[in-house]
């Protein structure tokens, strides 16, 4: 079974601070995913990657960045937090082969920004 | 452009009743579709995929779904509820490109009463 681990389940930070979301997947799956949730919103897309050190923006990419310096690692970096980050942030991988692969999800980090 | 949408936001049902959550997408060609589970505070599960082929897909935990191509629809279906189905479900379009990305609905949250 394909496994995606977030660092943290939860997570407190302050405005302004550099903050982490670190997302490891033990499946050798090229593809990589950042989504945010808020409720009413569903899923919504931030950033993905389809290779090591390869990004690409998606929906909402205004306020963060992301690295892939090894394929089984992506990290999301909110350069300067604020309070409208506030959110549940979600990981995905999936496999090549375009369309018909599914994506697998982490649990999640619920992050808060006081 | 691809878009999905799941027309109730909640739904509730009794334990043992049957049960059916709505999805439509907008896709110009053959599309790849799913639905995915997430219950409170965790990640999301793949319940399902329909690429080509048979129009009925089973999916995990009891789960079907079927794609009407006139209808545009991918509705799931469930015909005795259990109380630990009470989540989120989201259906998914494929987006096009060679990553995977996929274009979510915002849910549709279940209750079950007993």
């Known amino acids: 079974d394909v496994k995606v681990t977030q660092s943290s389940r939860y997570l407190v930070k302050r405005t302004g601070e550099k903050v982490f979301l670190e997302c490891v997947q033990d499946?050798?799956?090229?593809?990589m995913f950042w989504y945010r949730q808020d409720p009413g919103l569903g899923l919504r897309l931030i950033y993905f990657?389809?290779?090591?050190?390869?990004?690409e923006k998606g929906d909402i990419p205004e306020g963060y960045s992301v690295s892939r310096e090894k394929k089984e690692r992506f990290s999301l970096i909110l350069e300067s937090a604020s309070t409208n980050q506030t959110s549940m942030y979600l990981c995905?991988?999936?496999?090549?082969?375009?369309?018909?692969?599914?994506?697998?999800f982490g649990d999640g980090t619920r992050l808060s920004i006081l | 452009a691809q878009s999905v949408t799941q027309p109730d936001i909640h739904i509730t049902v009794s334990e043992g009743a049957s049960l059916e959550l709505r999805c439509n997408y907008s896709y110009g060609a053959t599309p790849y579709l799913f639905w995915y589970v997430q219950s409170p505070g965790q990640g999301l599960q793949l319940l399902l995929k329909y690429f080509s082929g048979d129009t009925l897909v089973q999916g995990i935990k009891g789960f079907e779904a079927e794609f009407k191509r006139s209808q545009s629809s991918f509705n799931l279906r469930k015909p005795s509820v259990h109380w630990s189905d009470a989540a989120e479900y989201f259906c998914?379009?494929?987006?096009?490109?060679?990553?995977?990305?996929?274009?979510f609905g915002k849910g549709t949250k279940l209750s079950v009463k007993p």
């Open positions: 995905a991988s999936s496999g090549t082969g375009g369309l018909n692969q599914p994506q697998h």
């Open positions: 998914a379009v494929g987006a096009g490109g060679s990553q995977g990305n996929l274009i």
């Open positions: 499946m050798d799956h090229e593809n």
């Open positions: 990657s389809y290779d090591v050190k390869m990004k």
